[in-house]
């Protein structure tokens, strides 16, 4: 099955070049359909990329996923990932809705990248 999602340009980038292969999403009705093997298209300001579902890590909120998962594979660069910290997903997700869906770190490997 194919489930399509938007990215900021720096997630996309770090993405398409190998640093990145855990997305951090809110465990919502929508992200509650994707399975492992499963393939989703991000899409980005420069182009598309086609990822594979490879796991499907689920956690009450960020805080506790920011405690099991490797924040490098997360985004994160190896000295962000020191000071990494789950209030930098409040931008995107409040705690309550933390509280009402959960969380889930989306591991994936990249199949493919297009560009505009």
């Known amino acids: 099955m194919l489930h399509t999602m938007h990215l900021n340009a720096e997630p996309f980038r770090k993405i398409a070049d ?3 292969t855990i997305e951090l999403r809110l465990y919502d009705e929508r992200r509650r359909q994707l399975r ?3 393939t989703i298209e991000f899409l980005g300001e420069s182009g598309s990329l ?3 579902v490879t796991a499907l890590h689920v956690f009450s909120d960020f805080a506790e996923l920011y405690s099991e ?3 490098t594979k997360c ?3 190896a000295k962000q990932a020191i000071s990494a910290s789950p209030d930098d997903m ?3 997700y409040s705690r309550a809705q933390q509280r009402k869906w959960g ?3 989306i591991e994936f490997r990249l199949l493919s990248v ?3």
């Open 36 to 38: 492992t093997g499963h």
């Open 75 to 77: 985004g994160y660069s």
């Open 50 to 52: 086609l990822v594979l």
């Open 69 to 71: 998962l490797d924040m």
């Open 90 to 92: 409040l931008c995107f």
């Open 114 to 116: 297009t560009r505009r």
């Open 18 to 20: 190998g640093s990145k």
């Open 103 to 105: 969380v889930v770190g």
